[in-house]
Structures are given as structure tokens and as C-alpha cells.
């Protein structure tokens, strides 16, 4: 299970040469993205959300990953939603190193690559207009034991259980086995390119395989540890041969951890992929076991929870030229969202209110619904991930601004999964 990070799920695209006035206009006007030519409706960009609604089988993983109609009807809700760039859950590279059951998988080595779902997941996004983005990863080391007990990772250094959940100890990738995984990732990209997709996100934050720390050339100097991200999109490159495919990366402003990657590496990773033509930088922070989502990482994060990373998001966007950056964590309200396109902002949960980014651009709303949990991203993560699975079966959503749906909410869980929600509560 990914433990981390509180609902939402808002972004913007930014833009920081506009005034406060025109803000609230700007976030509805198209972007055009520099590398790729593609233009997106609006600036509201659905971040990715690990659906896990595929199929899962523990002991077979030729039955893992498949799109099943629950993906389809999600992407379908979200489409409605007037989004200008969704970007899917991460889906994964290799069918036995997961983020959680359920990923969706893209693997060669299965007997499929469900080339007909990705159609139909892509239709369905794209059905109002938004562009489709895949996500595509490789956990790395954070990948729970149960699924995988021999995991490949830059070190052998082994992930601290985190969320109740165990991390087995990892065995170095040789060289040969990073270029196999670069080929992995290309080969993913070209299947989503097939299917329909826009572009891909690369998933190099929150402490996944892409977030590097090794020692021979693709460790030590930051250059190096870049090298396996610049890799693969040299290979996607290779692999798509269409300049309009869309190439994004989602990066950590920082992992917040000792000896983690920081913020001034953050930039000069982002200039390398500003020079590999990476349309947008989605910015993040944090891994599993350092949740980033608040003032403290002052001074490139606002003092709410809302809009953490748009002052991050505003110095990255002062050292490109060319590369949109887009502020990701804890947006609530339309004005914060607005004010993010210059500054700072707030959003709301998409997987409480699909619907909400319409709802916002005809002003009909102002706000994202609130909710009645105790201070705790874990909760957040896992309500959200019930709501995406009730949109996902064409459910009701559960209100969690209804104190007696979260007080029962958090007495399921402590049935489920007792450790995790006694960590969740009392960290
Ligand atoms: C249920 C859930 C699943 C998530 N899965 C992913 C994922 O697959 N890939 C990713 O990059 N981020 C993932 N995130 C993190 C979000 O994309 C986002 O960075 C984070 O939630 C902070 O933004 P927010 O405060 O608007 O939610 C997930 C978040 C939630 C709540």
C-alpha cells in the first residue's frame, strides 16, 4: 500500500508573469505545452492517483494488471469533470514489482499488454477533451513484502516498515538490469501511445526506483543519478518516434530524509529534463517514510496545508525557460487554485467531487468539500482510495465532511488494517 499523501489531487499548471486580477481567468485558459505543441483546455491537472482497480492474482502474475470497465467508468466520471490534463494512477513497468495489488501493469513478459483496455481507458478520458497522461513507475524498494520479497532498488538499503507494511531487503540492479528496466519503460510508453495516450509521466518522486542514489555512473554526481531518468526518455523517444507525444515528469522538491535528494538537486535535475524536452515538472516531496505536506520545509512551502508546494513550484519555475511546472499538495479553494497560477493556492478532492473542476470553472462552487478526519495523511490516502473505488463501481461517494462516515470509516479500517491506522493516529 502507498501510505502516503492526503487527498486532493488538484494541480496547476503555473504561470507566474500574471497578476492576482487575471489569476482566476488565467486557470481556465488553455496551456500549450513548449516540446510537444499539445494544448490542454485549461491549467487544472488531475494528479496521479493509484486507482487499483485492476485485476490482481497472487500467485499468477499473468492475472495481474488488466483495466478492468470499474478503470474505464473512473476515467469516464473524471472526463466529465472538465479537467484540462489527467494524468492516470502509476502504472507498472514490471508484472511482480508493484506499488499495491491492483496496479494496472504494462509488461511485455504478460500475456498481454491489454492493448484494447488502454483504448478504452483513453477514450474514456478523453471523451470531453482532457489529455490523457499515463504515469508509468517502478517502486523500487517500496514495494510491500507480501508482493514482492526480493526487491530491486539503486542500493540495499531497505525501506523502514512504514503504515504496518514490510519492505523486503533489496538487491542492487546490475547495469544490464537498468537498461532492461529503461527498455521497460519505453516499451509501456509505446503501448499507451497505441492506445490513444497523450504522453507519459515519469514517477521519479516519493521515493520509488527513479529516485537514485547509487555509486557507479548512474550514482554519485548528480549528472550520473540523473542518467537512468534521461535514459528513458531518450528511449520513449526512440520508441514512440512522435514528436507530439507528451513527455512529463513528477520530481521531489526535496525527500525531506537525511542524505535525500534536496532542493537545489531538484533544480538541476529539472534543467537536465528542461534540456530532454520534458513538456511539464510536476513537483512534489517526500517519501514513504517522510510525508512532506506542510510549513515544514519553509521556506519553499506556504504555512497551510494548502498549495505545499507552490513556493517550490514558483523558484523551479525561475530557473526554467521553456518547461511548465506544476504545483501538486493540499489545494482546497478556488481562489487558492487561482492564486496558485501567480503564487499560492488551495484545491479540492477529486475522488470526493469528480465533478469539482467544472463545478469551480461555471462558479458554482468556490470551495472543495471539507472533511471530518482527525490530522492524518494516512487516512486521507485510504479514504481517497475508497472513493475512488466507490466512483470506479458507480457507487455513491462517501461524505467524509460527515463526522459519523468518518468515525465509522476509521472503525473499519481498525478492523482491516489495525497497525497502519494506529500509526495513521498516534504518530
Ligand atoms: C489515493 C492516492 C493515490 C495516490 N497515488 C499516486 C500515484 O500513483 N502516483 C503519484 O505520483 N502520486 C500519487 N498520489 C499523490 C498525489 O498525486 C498527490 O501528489 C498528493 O496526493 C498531494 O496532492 P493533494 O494534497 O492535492 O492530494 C496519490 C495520492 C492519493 C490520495
Redesign the pocket.
Known sequence: M?PF??????SFVQQPEQTTASTYMVSMQPVTFPFSGRTAKNRFLK????ERLATFSPFDPSGRGQPTEELVRLYETWAKGDIGIIVT??IQIKKDHL?ATGNTIIDRDLPSVYLQEWIEVARAAKSQGSLIIG?LNHPGRQVSINIQPYPEAPSDVEQPSTGGVLFGRPTPLTKDGIKDIVNRFAYAASVLHRAGFDGVQL?A??GYLLTNMRTDEYGGSLVNRAQILLEIIAAIRQAVQSPSFIISV?LNSQDSVPEGFCIEESIMVAKLLEIAGVDFIEV?GGVYEQITRSSRDKPYTVETREGYFVGYAELLKSHLNLSKVVA????QTSQGMADAVLARDR?QPLTAEPLLVRDILRGEKKKAKGDKFPESPMLR?VA??EQ?AEIGNGQDITDFDNAFHVARFIAKMQKEIPAAISEALFS
Open positions: 502507498q499523501h492526503p487527498y486532493a489531487q488538484y494528479s496521479a492517483m493509484s494512477g502509476n506499488e504515469q514517477h518522486a516519493h513528477k512534489s501538486t499538495g493540499g489545494f484545491g490516502f481517497s482510495a475512488i
